[in-house]
């Protein structure tokens, strides 16, 4: 990514930032209503879908969703980044095998992800094709460690 890209992804992720937690449970809960399966591989899934904002493991997960993107963020322009996105979300990868996620489900994620960053964010085309291709990189990242039943490669 160019300077320019850099810049713009800092700058619109003070957005979402701004508001971890509930920043995490908009994508989480706009990711259950689309793909309502996708409830069952985490640990709240025995929460109805309209209590989940206030569950507090719902709650911790959509925090720690947003805390590993800020943590790429803050990266991105550094000596070593890229191995630093690497280290960062293989072990987002690796902890998630256990859940076997498969990359449908991934992609899927993904898809919401920029929907509601787009939204949240009131993003320009350009900046969603920027955020996209950041986004791609992680699942790279992602994919290098996963098959596509999700169990480690």
């Known amino acids: 990514m160019n300077s320019d890209e850099l810049e713009m992804i800092k700058k619109t992720w003070e957005i979402p930032v701004a508001t971890p937690t509930d920043s995490g449970a908009a994508i989480l809960t706009a990711f259950f209503n689309r793909f309502p399966s996708s ?3 985490f ?3 025995n929460v109805p879908l309209e209590e989940l ?3 507090a493991r719902f709650r911790a997960h959509a925090g720690r969703i947003i805390r590993v993107f800020d943590e790429s963020i803050r990266v991105l322009g550094q000596d070593g980044d890229q191995e630093k996105l690497d280290e960062i979300w293989t ?3 690796v902890n998630h095998i256990p859940r076997r996620i498969s990359r449908e489900s ?3 994620l993904k898809e919401v ?3 509601v960053l787009t939204a949240a964010c009131s993003l320009n085309e350009s900046q969603v094709e920027t955020w996209t291709k950041l986004i791609d990189h992680v699942y790279n990242i992602i994919f290098k460690a996963i098959n596509e039943d999700g169990d480690a490669i």
Do not use: D, M, R
């Open 43 to 45: 640990p709240f899934h």
């Open 113 to 115: 992800i920029l929907e």
């Open 53 to 55: 904002p206030s569950n």
């Open 91 to 93: 072990k987002v990868a």
């Open 39 to 41: 409830l069952q591989k």
């Open 106 to 108: 991934y992609n899927q």
